[in-house]
């Protein structure tokens, strides 16, 4: 899942340098806050686990071996910020002194395996954990599985979009050749299996800890937070569950009451449109017109649009949240 | 062979190969040659500069006369040995190669030839999107494989500190680089251990269960050594504040070099900026 050098546009690369950012200035400050004089010397070790534990081979169903990122074990036993620090300290010295993973994709494969995957297990985690010893390792294996293939999605999605953003005028790709049509699936399909590589060493690892070092797992259930999550978890995973039902809204004939475009109000039999619509109709088209992007067939592209909608409203709730919290502390 | 050996042996064998290579760059790095006495600020910067013109670049011979460029300076620096080229050639290359073959004929536009027994065509835009990808990553891994072939850690850690880097990342970097040594000793001794004492062959669920106490064990090996560490820093003065020398001078042969870097990586990217 190391994006090298070369698979990005310096465009889609910028970008999410720009969305890890964030993520990387709060992880260090709020891992300074939670370790103070610590800091240091946890964070190197904790880098050096998640670098090791990249080297271990892990057999998998089906004869093959694969290895795990380490993400989800990290974000289960220090809770979500420190890891989100450690893997990427972890990912940055792979790429700068071992060349695996490129430096313009530094962002990208954060993003991806630092940001994504570490805040997946964590929300899966905290969901379904149980009190017992059992439901905490399925818990943990579950959400490892589940964690490593969104990452997975995400690089897809990341690797599908260069032909869409970079071609030259003869419809050359000019970076990852492969639209989202073949790159969600190759990457997704690929983590299907190496996926249960996470899995093993999330759940059998949380097992182990359990039983020889339960003190270590005794701070990964208390305050890591979001209140949003705790109590409204069952909201959340109705929610998921429409996102997932997403495309049976495209059984239905007809559009919505209310949203005709300027075309179906022709159609309706109005005999005018309105001039201020006619007028204001093509002041904005959104980047996905219709849900749909190009690439993806009608429903998976539904479901995505559906994903990136929710995301994206969480993210700016979040910000809110953080700004009316800091505003709240000023004064 | 059967799971169990393939999972335990590979892992080993790759505990081998990451320390060999280690030791290979540690020895290339005190050759004498071209880069290996350029200032490493000049070197990183540079070669951080051609690295982002390749990424830019949107024409094929700028990116194979960058790669032309670090052969050179691999020849020049006396480790355009087997070594460098099967990593910069035969891995990655292969690799992406292996990724990009199915470009060929994914990609919609003008047909340039068929293969023969299977009947597929070629198209000319996945011909060349093709060999973007291939160049692209051959390219950048050449000046990434350059860098760290012909730069100790230390020295090269100083330069990111003199390029701007925050004090605290690269003394977390050093610390980590150091570490990362540390717990893959451990692991080598448990690997070994295992496979010493390990007769016939295992259920998955065995294998299973010990890489799950390999990976927990590992996790809380980290998390009190730290402590440890912790109090060793303490105890000999450390403030929180991390203390890094750094010593460099620029010569003038370093700012030529700097030049030719600036140059090239200007070179690479003027056809898209004059358009």
Known sequence: MHIPDGYLSPASAGTLYALAAPFWYLASRKTQQLLSGKLI????????????????????????????????????????????LAVSMALV??????????????????????????????????????????????????????????????????????????????????????????????????????????????????????????????????????????????????????????????????????????????????????????????????????????????????????????????????????????????? | MNQTRIYLEQTLSRFTGFLQENVFAEEAAGRSGWLQEMDPRAKLAGFLLIISACSFSHSIITIVSLLIFSFILAAGSNVASLSFLKRVWIFMPLYTSLIAIPALFLTPGEPAGVLPVLNWTITEQGLSSASFLVMRVATSVSFMMLIV?????????????????????????????????????????????????????????NSREWLGAISGSLLGKSYSLSSEIYLAMVSRGFRGEPQLLSEFRMKRRDWLWMLLFVFTSLAAIFPRIHK
């Open chain 1, 41 to 84: 010397p946890s964070m190197a070790l904790l880098s050096a686990f998640c670098f090791v534990i990249q080297m271990l081979n892990i057999p998998l169903p089906g004869g093959t071996t694969g290895h795990a990122i380490g993400a989800s074990l990290a974000a289960i036993v220090l809770s979500p910020w420190p890891a989100v």
């Open chain 1, 93 to 331: 010295i792979q790429a700068l002194f071992f060349g695996d993973g490129g430096i313009t994709t530094i962002g990208a494969n954060c993003f991806n395996m630092a940001i994504i995957q570490v805040f997946t297990t964590f929300f899966v985690y905290t969901a379904i954990s149980a009190r017992s010893l059992r439901g905490k390792v399925f818990a943990a294996a579950v959400a490892g599985y589940l964690a490593s293939n969104t990452a997975a999605l995400a690089a897809g999605f990341e690797l599908g979009l260069q032909p869409l953003m970079a071609s030259d005028t003869s419809g050359t790709p000019l970076y990852s050749p492969y639209p989202l049509s073949v790159a969600i699936p190759a990457m997704v399909g690929g983590h299907l299996i190496a996926g249960f590589a996470e899995a093993v060493v999330t759940g059998a690892g949380i097992g182990f800890l359990q039983r020889s070092a339960p003190e270590l797992l005794s701070g990964s259930s208390s305050p890591l937070l979001p209140v949003f999550w705790a109590r409204l978890r069952l909201i959340w995973i109705v929610v998921a569950g429409l996102i997932i039902l997403t495309p049976l809204g495209l059984l239905a004939p007809g559009t919505a009451w209310g949203e005709w475009s300027s075309e179906q109000f022709r159609d309706l039999g109005l005999g005018f449109v309105p001039r201020g619509m006619q007028k204001w109709e093509s002041l904005w088209s959104a980047a996905f017109t219709d849900y749909s992007i190009p690439g993806l067939g009608e429903r998976t592209g539904y479901v995505v649009s559906a994903f990136l909608g929710v995301l994206l409203i969480l993210i700016g709730f979040s910000v809110l949240t953080l700004l009316g919290k800091r505003s709240a502390k000023q004064s």
């Open chain 2, 149 to 205: 072939l012909t730069t100790r850690w230390p020295v090269l850690l100083k330069a990111f500190r003199s390029l701007g880097m925050p004090h605290l990342l690269v003394f977390l970097l050093a610390m980590t680089y150091r570490y990362i040594y540390v717990l893959l000793q451990t692991s080598n001794s448990l690997y070994l251990a295992r496979k010493s004492r390990r007769v016939g062959p295992e259920a998955w669920r």
